[in-house]
């Protein structure tokens, strides 16, 4: 069963890198999770059931450690914003789930810290917190801890980032967790071609 969607996961990923391989310089243009659900949709012909894939259920994950600023990688988000971010690359793991789970720190330019675990769904373009980071260290378990579309705007441009030129891009998706971490500091082949 775990072979079947692994086989239709790199079935749908090789359509998606070919289709993309033909697009007109516009479609190209487009937002990324905007074009992720044209492409499903244009390979599937419409059709949800097309891969006969299971239903998706999301894999039971731990909290990792706090964060250690060794651990930190920057990540760029562009010039729209005086915060920084970075990604601990401790807690970057790939799920069986084909979720992408991280801890997420935004500084911000008067030196307040955030500091979230989340996940993040390059299928469906989406993300989820899970906790909030304290500042003795320990989570605070999300209240409302739900799968939310990724939206590329001031407030999101972080996230928008992670999915777009790190971890899901189009043709270039990470697979597991070496590759999700290794991303972090050299950025995704695929974005970077494009």
């Known amino acids: 069963m775990g072979h079947d969607n692994h086989c239709c996961r790199l079935l749908r990923q090789a359509l998606l890198a070919a289709l993309i391989g033909t697009a007109s310089c516009a479609a190209v243009a487009a937002s990324v999770p905007e074009d992720l659900e044209l492409l499903q949709k244009n390979i599937l012909g419409g059709r949800e059931d097309a891969f006969e894939e299971k239903e998706w259920a999301e894999a039971e994950s ?43 720190v935004i500084t ?21 917190v899970y906790a909030f980071g304290r500042r003795d260290g320990s989570w605070s378990k999300a209240r409302k801890s739900e799968w939310v579309r990724i939206v590329d705007n001031n ?40």
């Open 108 to 128: 911000s330019s008067g030196g307040v810290r955030n500091v979230t675990y989340e996940g993040m769904r390059c299928e469906t373009a989406e993300r989820r």
């Open 155 to 194: 407030l999101n441009r972080h996230h928008a980032a992670l999915f777009k030129d790190y971890f899901c891009t189009t043709g270039g998706s990470v697979s597991d967790t070496a590759g999700a971490r290794r991303v972090l500091a050299t950025g995704n082949p695929a974005a970077i071609a494009r």
């Open 62 to 104: 731990q909290l990792p450690p706090a964060p250690v600023d060794g651990d930190l990688v920057p990540i760029d988000v562009g010039s729209r914003t005086e915060n920084r971010f970075a990604v601990d690359v401790q807690s970057v793991t790939y799920g069986a789930d084909d979720v992408i789970r991280y801890t997420l």
